[in-house]
């Protein structure tokens, strides 16, 4: 069935220094990617999304990545601030009748003082 | 506006015993989704709904699990009977479903304990 791997598991990062999380989707179908931040016992909170037809879309130091071709998609956080350090998850979906939408395992970002 | 709303936000129970959850989504939003959430894991669809109609519910496990959306607004899901395993946040969420992919807002969660 359709999958979402999502790599790191755990991140742990220097303040100031960027961070990087990856995932891959199996469903070559998929046209909407969200990426979710979810504070320890808080809901998720979507921080950024792409769609299809963009490969890169930016958010003040937030940034996704998005390449069809071979089925990634990345988050880049730039100059990590302590208030960066969460759960973060992404998802695939395609917005049809039948769709999806799938998340990731997530990744745990620490941001070290 | 008022966001999503869940309750109860915590639930203790005994295995076999039978739980509901309720859901409220945004006004105006035509689409509700119930997710389960694992300690350490990604929000998992349980089932979709667009309007009352439930368009997706393949990961429901229909021999104890049951949803319903009267009227295309609010949302219940329930359990009966629980079991151990069934420990777990449950979400709700709610979109404005809209081509090309939409925001979902989640609910607070209802953490729901099976003793």
Same mark, same amino acid.
């Given at each position: ?5 999502? &790599? ?24 909407? =990617? @969200? ?15 792409? +769609? ?19 089925? &990634? =998609?990345?988050? &880049? ?11 973060? =998850? ?12 799938? =998340? ?7 941001? +070290? @003082? | ?25 945004? #006004?105006?939003?035509?689409? $509700?989704?119930?997710? %389960?959430?694992? $300690? ?7 089932? %979709? ?14 021999? %104890?699990? *049951? ?7 609010? #949302? ?10 069934? *420990? ?9 479903? $809209? ?11 209802? %953490?729901?304990?099976?003793?």
């Amino acid at each position: 069935g359709e999958n979402v791997e999502q &790599h790191p598991s755990t991140l742990s990062v220097q303040e100031g220094d960027s961070a990087v999380i990856k995932c891959t989707y199996s469903d070559s179908a998929s046209n909407y =990617f @969200p990426w979710y931040k979810q504070e320890l016992g808080k809901r998720p909170q979507l921080i950024i999304d792409i +769609r299809s037809n963009v490969g890169e879309k930016k958010d003040q130091r937030i940034a996704v990545t998005l390449n069809k071709t071979a089925k &990634h =998609f990345s988050l &880049h956080i730039t100059e990590t601030q302590p208030e960066d350090s969460a759960v973060y =998850f992404c998802a695939a979906t395609s917005y049809s009748s039948a769709s999806k939408i799938i =998340f990731g395992s997530g990744t745990r970002l620490s941001i +070290r @003082p | 506006e008022a966001g999503v709303v869940q309750s109860p936000r915590y639930k203790i129970i005994e295995k076999k015993q039978p739980v509901a959850f309720w859901c409220n989504p945004i #006004s105006g939003h035509n689409t $509700l989704y119930w997710y %389960r959430q694992n $300690l350490g894991q990604g929000p998992e669809l349980l089932i %979709r709904y667009e309007n009352e109609e439930a368009v997706d519910d393949s990961q429901l496990p229909k021999d %104890r699990f *049951s949803a319903e959306r009267l009227k295309g607004v609010d #949302s219940t899901l329930k359990i009966q009977p629980a079991e151990l395993g069934d *420990s777990a946040v449950y979400l709700c969420a709610s979109s404005l479903e $809209l081509a090309g992919g939409n925001e979902q807002f989640f609910g607070p969660g209802t %953490r729901l304990t099976v003793l």
